[in-house]
């Protein structure tokens, strides 16, 4: 049979095992309505079979042809772990594609292990760990749509909200910011005072991505060394009282201590909130009615060694920090300002391995420090 004139010569192809699928008729199973509508396929486009599955027909469900299958990664239970591109039954790995990642052929092709939901939002700088349980027990944070649960495990792809907004996340090891900041009295260490008093994150750098989480607290009256990050895994491992960091304060008392009241002291005493000790209590001096002494106690309670000293009979007239476990306060360092700590010493105190630097960053890490000094911005 001759073709008409300016029509293209296309060579007949053999039709695909999807075409003839979708050239079979529709089994009727609703009576005179006829075969079930198909959520993904088009049956009144004549150009259907160009986009068919070429690995076969979908499995039905509850008697409906043609239905979304019950192993949709979007429906599924187990949504998380299908968003990670693992492969499914009968299927190559390369078919696996985290939700949210690009089609393109510059996307990535590495997936990462998943991470407990709690550790990957403290990496981020989002909360403490502690305060992200929280906040999962409350219904405040959503994995994917649903509400997200303790131990619950992400990956990339997983899309996580919390109050409704989107985080975004990342799966690389980056290496953490530590500040160390020398509060001076006057300062309160929180956000937001009822009272208006100024807070020592008026005096601290800004972050574009998370927040500077403040390791323990000083009370409004104490000064010395605050350390303050941007990771949350960090900020735990320095507060969690299971690690048992020591703490070390300058001591100013009023008159001195007798060798029974040191005993006591660093034998144990009771106070409201449980029994309370000194690992090291040492004299250092002082004149007049003022006198000095160095302490160590390994847990960081509310006012606790204001409140040992109070209960023999002493008070505190001047209380500084000096030591935060192995981070000492460095004596160039006046109060009010703040240092960033170098980033191998930052890994080291994180545990994690510090990146290597060639060429410009190397000479730049080599760089001793500098002294910051932050004025608050007026009220």
């Given at each position: 049979m001759p073709r008409k004139p300016n029509s293209p010569f296309r060579p007949p192809q053999k039709k695909s095992e999807a075409i003839e699928i979708l050239d079979r008729p529709a089994r009727s199973s609703r009576g005179e309505r006829g075969g079930a509508r198909d959520d993904d396929a088009q049956p009144?486009?004549?150009?259907?079979?160009?986009?068919?599955?070429?690995?076969?027909?979908?499995?039905?469900?509850?008697?409906?042809?043609?239905?979304?299958?019950?192993?949709?990664p979007a429906r599924r239970a187990d949504a998380h772990v299908s968003a990670l591109g693992q492969a499914e039954r009968g299927e190559g790995a390369s078919r696996g594609r985290p939700q949210g990642q690009g089609r393109g052929r510059n996307a990535p092709t590495t997936l990462t292990e998943p991470e407990?939901?709690?550790?990957?939002?403290?990496?981020?700088?989002?909360?403490?760990?502690?305060?992200?349980?929280?906040?999962?027990?409350?219904?405040?944070?959503?994995?994917?749509?649903?509400?997200?649960?303790l131990g619950q495990k992400i990956g990339p792809g997983d899309r996580v909200k919390v109050n409704g907004k989107l985080i975004p996340l990342r799966f690389t090891q980056r290496s953490p910011r530590v500040?160390?900041?020398?509060?001076?009295?006057?300062?309160?260490?929180?956000?937001?005072?009822?009272?208006?008093?100024?807070?020592?994150?008026?005096?601290?750098?800004?972050?574009?991505?998370?927040?500077?989480?403040?390791?323990?607290?000083?009370?409004?009256?104490t000064s010395g060394l605050l350390l303050f990050t941007n990771d949350g895994d960090l900020a735990n491992k320095l507060m969690h009282p299971r690690y048992e960091l020591e703490r070390e304060y300058a001591v100013r008392l009023l008159g001195e201590l007798t060798e029974e009241q040191a005993k006591s002291l660093t034998e144990g005493i009771q106070l409201?909130?449980?029994?309370?000790?000194?690992?090291t209590l040492r004299d250092e001096g002082g004149e007049g009615a003022n006198h000095w002494y160095r302490v160590t106690i390994s847990e960081g309670r509310n006012r606790e060694v204001r409140r040992m000293f109070e209960a023999v009979g002493l008070?505190?007239?001047?209380?500084?920090?000096?030591?935060?476990?192995?981070?000492?306060?460095?004596?160039?360092?006046?109060?009010?300002?703040?240092?960033?700590?170098?980033?191998?010493?930052?890994?080291?105190?994180?545990?994690?391995?510090?990146?290597?630097?060639?060429?410009?960053?190397?000479?730049?890490v080599k760089r001793p420090p500098k002294m910051h000094r932050t004025t608050p911005s007026p009220r």
């Open positions: 009144q486009d004549p150009n259907a079979h160009l986009n068919a599955d070429p690995r076969g027909p979908r499995a039905s469900r509850g008697g409906r042809g043609g239905s979304r299958p019950a192993g949709d407990r939901l709690q550790k990957v939002l403290a990496q981020a700088g989002v909360a403490s760990r502690r305060e992200i349980e929280e906040w999962v027990i409350a219904g405040r944070i959503s994995v994917n749509g649903l509400p997200a649960t500040l160390i900041y020398h509060k001076p009295e006057g300062e309160i260490v929180s956000r937001d005072d009822p009272e208006g008093r100024p807070t020592v994150f008026e005096r601290l750098p800004v972050l574009r991505k998370g927040r500077w989480l403040a390791v323990g607290r000083l009370d409004f009256n409201e909130d449980g029994p309370a000790k000194f690992n008070t505190v007239s001047r209380l500084m920090r000096v030591r935060y476990g192995a981070v000492e306060l460095p004596a160039r360092l006046k109060r009010g300002m703040w240092m960033e700590m170098p980033e191998a010493d930052a890994c080291k105190l994180a545990g994690v391995a510090a990146p290597q630097r060639q060429g410009q960053d190397e000479k730049r």
